[in-house]
């Protein structure tokens, strides 16, 4: 099994900065793609942004050029730097894992999907 632990969720005014951390722990032999997903009252939840085990990065259009994701692979880490906040990034944040728990999983392409509990982000004056 794999934990998904998220962080730095917080009420933050406009325009404002916030740093999201996200641990993973257990049985790990190697992380592929981590992302976060964000989910407003009433809404489906949506991709926010993704980064390979390679740093290759994607994002949504929305937070293109506010946000920024990075990872440390030898922590098992995901980070998601927040810039310039807006009341409509008001959500809960999910980080989410793709794992290879052993090598032969990897040569094989298992990979299986694991998610954080979520960490809350409200932006409001």
């Known amino acids: 099994q794999v934990q998904l632990v998220e962080s730095g969720g917080d009420l933050v005014q406009p325009g404002a900065s916030l740093r999201l951390s996200c641990a993973a722990s257990?049985?790990?032999?190697?992380?592929?793609?981590m992302g976060w997903y964000r989910q407003a009252p009433g809404k489906q939840r949506e991709l926010v942004t993704t980064?390979?085990?390679?740093?290759?990065?994607t994002y949504a259009d929305s937070v293109k050029g506010r946000f920024t994701v990075s990872r440390d692979n030898a922590k098992n880490t995901l980070y998601l730097q927040m810039n310039s906040l807006k009341p409509d990034d008001t959500a809960v944040y999910y980080c989410?894992?793709?794992?290879?728990?052993?090598?032969?999983?990897?040569?094989?392409?298992?990979?299986?999907?694991?998610w954080g509990q979520g960490t809350q982000v409200t932006v409001s004056s």
């Open positions: 257990g049985n790990i032999f190697r992380i592929n793609v």
């Open positions: 980064i390979t085990n390679g740093g290759m990065t």
């Open positions: 989410n894992a793709e794992v290879f728990s052993s090598i032969l999983d990897m040569l094989k392409n298992r990979r299986t999907d694991y």
